[in-house]
C-alpha cells in the first residue's frame, strides 16, 4: 500500500491526513489521486466506504490553495445528508491549507446559504435542485469552476436526477476537469460520461467480499470520553490472553498503551513512527506473552502474523470496511474463535451499517459493561489465580505463616483478605486522552486552540458536534 507521503501531496494535506488518522491511501485513492493531480478526467468505480471522498478532496484541495471571487470547485451529490458528509472531509482535509467546503442542499434556509457563500468557499458540494434554485438567483456562478464532481452518479440516475445534472454541467466551461464517480455504470451514465468529460481515465476498484465465520463481533455505542473507562471494564470482565486495541493516530497510540500501563495493565503500543530495533522488542514482548495488549494502528500492524490473539478491540471505528476485515482478522485463526470488539459514537452508526453492508455480517450490539461487572471479573480472576497456587503445591514454607495467622483470625476472614489482595479494583481516576484526543484527530491543532479559548471564555464544556 502507499503512503500519501508517496503521493507527493503538500506538507500541509499530509499533516491534515494524519490527524485523521488516514496512515495510507486505500486503493481508488492511490489510482485516482496520481492521475486527478495531473489534470485528467477520470471515471471511478467504486464502491461507498472505499475513501472516494478523499480521492477527489485532495487534488481538489492541493489546487486551490487560496482565496477566490467566486468558486473553483464543485461537488453534485444526490441526497443533503451526503452533501454534509462531503462537505465535512473536505473541511477536516483542507484546514492547514485554509481550503474551505460549503454544502447547499434543499431543506435549509436558502437565505443562511446565500449569506455564507458570501464569505467565499474555494469549493461548493451541493444536490442538483437546490444548486439549480441558486444558479436562478445568480447566487452560484459556475463560469469559473476548474474541478466538477458527480459523486454517486448511479444513484442521481435512481433518483431522477440526470436531466438536472446536464442542466448544470452545460453551465461549466468546456475545459473543466471532471471527475466521476459511480458503485455501477448504466447505460445512460455512459452515455453522460461521452458527452461532457475529455478522454477520461477509467479506474476500477473492486470490493471484495471477506468473510470472518469464527469471530464473533459486537459493537458497544459510546460517547467519545467513556472508551478508556469501558475499555479497562472489558479487559477486567474477560482478561485476554493476547489482544490488539486498534486505534486511528500514532499519537492516540501513545496516550492509550501509557494510560493502560498506568491503570497496571501490561500493554505496549506500536506506530509508523518506531524504528525497527523498538517495534521488534515490542513485537518479541508481546510474542512471548510478557505484554497481553498490543495498541496499534492500521499501518503498523498490516503483516503482522501472531497466532493465539483472543480479542481485538477497535478503539475507534476504522476509516473503511476493508480495514475493519483486515483487523478483526487479527483473531479467530486457525480454527479457533475470537472476539471483535467495535466502540462506536453516536455519529459513526451509519459507518457501522456500511461494515455490516459490505462483510454481510450483522455486528450484535452489546451494552455498556458496568463497574460491577468489572469488580465480578476481577474476583473471579483472583480465586483462579488462588486455587492454581494450591493446585502447584508450592506453598510449604508459607504453611506456618498461615497456621501463625489462623491463631488470630478465622480462616474466612483471612481467605477473604486474601482475595481482596488480589484483586485489582478498578481505578475510576479519569485518564486524560478521550476528548481531547478525538478532537485533534477531527480539527487538528488549531481548532484545539479554539475550543480551548472557548472554554476559557465560557467557563464550561460544549457537548461534541
Known sequence: MTTFNELRLSHEVVRATDDMGFEEATPIQEKVIPQAMAGRDIIGQAQTGTGKTAAFAIPMIERFGKQYENAKGLVITPTRELAIQVAEEINRIGQIKNVRALPIYGGQDIKRQIKALKNKPQIIVGTPGRLMDHMRRKTVKLHQIEIVVLDEAD???????????????????????????????????????????????????????????????????????????????????????????????????????????????????????LTQARRNSVMGRFRRGIVEILVATDVAARGLDISGITHIYNFDIPQNPESYVHRIGRTGRAGKTGLATTFVTPREISQLKLIERITRR????????????????????????????????????????????????????????????????PDTTQVKLTEDTAFNSRKGRKGKHKRQGYRQKHGRKRGQA
Open 155 to 273: 444513484e442521481m440516475l435512481n433518483m431522477g436526477f440526470i436531466e438536472d445534472i446536464e442542466t448544470i454541467l452545460k453551465e461549466i466551461p468546456k475545459d473543466c476537469q471532471t471527475m466521476l464517480f459511480s458503485a455501477t455504470m448504466p447505460k445512460p451514465i455512459r452515455s453522460l460520461a461521452g458527452r461532457f468529460m475529455n478522454n477520461p481515465e477509467f479506474l476500477r476498484v473492486e470490493t471484495k467480499e471477506v468473510t470472518v465465520p469464527h469471530i464473533e463481533q459486537v459493537y458497544i455505542e459510546v460517547q467519545e470520553k467513556q472508551k478508556f473507562d469501558v475499555l479497562c471494564r472489558l479487559l477486567d470482565i474477560q482478561p485476554p490472553e493476547r489482544c490488539i486495541v486498534f486505534v486511528r493516530t500514532k499519537k492516540r497510540v501513545d496516550e492509550v498503551y501509557e494510560a493502560l500501563n498506568k491503570r497496571g495493565y501490561s500493554a505496549e503500543g506500536i506506530h509508523g513512527d
Open 362 to 425: 450483522k455486528v450484535v450490539r452489546k451494552p455498556v459493561p458496568t463497574v460491577s461487572e468489572a469488580i465480578e471479573g476481577l474476583q473471579r480472576i483472583a480465586v483462579e489465580k488462588l486455587m492454581k497456587t494450591v493446585e502447584d503445591g508450592d506453598t510449604l514454607k508459607y504453611k506456618e505463616l498461615a497456621e501463625g495467622l489462623l491463631d488470630v483470625t478465622d480462616s474466612v476472614s483471612l481467605l477473604s483478605a486474601a482475595l481482596k489482595l488480589l484483586t485489582k479494583e
